[in-house]
């Protein structure tokens, strides 16, 4: 019997695999920008510390976490937890007073998997801890719009404010209070949340949920003076850079750390799972997990989601394998040349290509269009005796010859001048 991938869990194989490294490059490029520094934390991590960030009541901790009960270490579902745990052990902060960190890697949740929803995933998450200012949170979507539209990608940016706990108890209380009264339309999930996590039945998919909840109390009216303030600088940071978004009052996010500033890039393209990336502020959650009392914003994308996203947007036509030089040999010689001028070619950085097998020119022709190579050199037994090989251009079929005379080191240094010019 074979044996196939887990369920969730899936191989990310050859063209995939170049959207992924584009992707992942032109992240780093931006984030860098930004004066971000990776960071690089283990998989395994003790259960308490998800426990104790994300929250107990959350879906995440409840029932999708990959937990080795016997050793109290859980498979890391986000990245945050972990790069706070690291920057705390590690007193990053004494190192700068504020630090931009972010990190690239897999995450693991058992939840149903469906288009766009796995159990190992991957993210790549930013975090500035440090700083309290609004026009930080601005910057960080400004990023993650930067991103977008380098990536060619068409998404919009949704967001809110969750408050701080002077002002959400209240917002809290108010919420219960409407919800109760209208316990009876309410899904199943909703009813058993009503006191543990009310704030999640804003966001509820039940069609009746989403209807009863559109009169219910807003919490952008129920902030403090401090929590408005900030809202508004944040806006008005925002569109002094340019980024449009969207409010959206009913945006409250699975993971309990928030504070204040909420946000996603939200496509309606993928069905069900419409972030492909969310994040926001979460300014007590570093003390509470043992740290300096600073506070903290971060986001991440989830890398599957944009390349779901990439492909049906039709972003990654020019992400196409290709092989700088192939070498056709002919005759045993010409074979033996060519190999060490194949090794020469790529120390001088030409992705360089040859067939071993001793085919006729015609099938070692096609081997060359299938490797989307740019230029064939052509090497006969003859053609080495008379120190003379053939350079195809394999776009515009043009031949040259091309002299053997000199050494191979030699020709291997002229043949990138010709190819990259
Ligand atoms: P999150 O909303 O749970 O936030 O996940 C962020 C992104 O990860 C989502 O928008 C989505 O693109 C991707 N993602 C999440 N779950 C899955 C899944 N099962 N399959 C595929 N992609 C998925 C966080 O994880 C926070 N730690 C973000 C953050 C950073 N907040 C502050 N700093």
Redesign the pocket.
């Known amino acids: 019997m074979k044996i196939k991938a887990i369920n969730?869990f899936k191989d990310i194989l050859l063209d995939t695999v170049l959207r992924w490294q584009h992707i992942e490059q032109t992240a780093r490029d931006i984030f860098e920008r930004f004066g971000m520094r990776e960071i690089r934390t283990p998989i395994l991590e003790k259960t308490e510390l998800f426990s104790r960030s994300?929250g107990e009541a959350t879906d995440?901790v409840e029932k999708e976490m990959y937990t080795f009960t016997d050793k109290g270490i859980t498979m890391r579902?986000?990245?945050?937890?972990s790069?706070l745990r690291a920057f705390i052990e590690h007193g990053l902060h004494v190192l700068q007073p504020v630090q931009r960190l972010y990190t690239i890697g897999p995450?693991f949740?058992h939840?149903r998997?469906q288009k766009?929803?796995?159990?190992q995933?991957?993210?790549m998450?930013?975090?500035i801890i440090g700083a309290h200012e609004p026009q930080v949170d601005a910057e960080l979507m400004a990023m993650g719009q930067m991103l977008m539209d380098a990536l060619g990608l068409s998404v919009s940016l949704e967001i809110n404010s969750l408050g701080c706990p002077d002002c959400r108890p209240g917002f809290r209380a108010h919420l219960i209070k409407y919800l109760e009264e209208r316990k009876e339309d309410l899904c199943p999930d909703c009813r058993r949340r009503l006191t543990i996590n009310p704030l999640r039945t804003l966001d509820c998919k039940n069609r009746g949920c989403k209807a009863l909840v559109q009169d219910a109390p807003s919490i952008l009216d129920a902030l403090c003076n401090n929590c408005s303030e900030h809202f508004a600088a944040v806006e008005q940071t925002l569109n002094l850079l340019g980024v449009s978004y969207k409010k959206n009052r009913f945006m409250v996010?699975?993971?309990d750390?928030?504070t204040r500033t909420t946000f996603?890039?939200i496509t309606d393209e993928l069905g069900a799972?419409a972030?492909?990336?969310?994040?926001?502020?979460?300014d007590g959650l570093i003390r509470q997990l043992g740290g300096p009392d600073l506070p903290?914003?971060?986001?991440?994308?989830?890398?599957?989601?944009?390349v779901l996203l990439m492909t049906q947007q039709d972003n990654c036509k020019a992400l196409k394998p290709s092989t700088d030089l192939f070498i056709a040999a002919l005759g045993k010689e010409a074979a033996e040349y060519a190999a060490v001028l194949v090794h020469k070619c790529r120390e001088h950085n030409l992705k360089t290509a040859m067939d071993y097998s001793g085919r006729s020119l015609k099938a070692q022709m096609k081997q060359a269009a299938r490797t989307d190579s740019r230029y064939t050199l052509i090497i006969g037994d003859r053609e080495l005796s008379e120190k003379k090989a053939i350079l195809r251009n394999m776009q515009t079929q043009e031949q040259v010859t091309f002299p053997l005379g000199e050494s191979i080191e030699k020709q291997a240094k002229k043949l990138p001048i010709i190819i990259q010019s």
């Open positions: 969730g994300i995440i579902p986000e990245a945050t937890a790069l995450m949740r939840e998997p766009g929803r796995l159990r995933f991957h993210q998450d930013v975090e996010r699975g993971l750390y928030y996603e890039f799972q972030a492909v990336g969310a994040g926001g502020r979460y903290g914003i971060g986001f991440a994308l989830g890398i599957e989601r944009l």
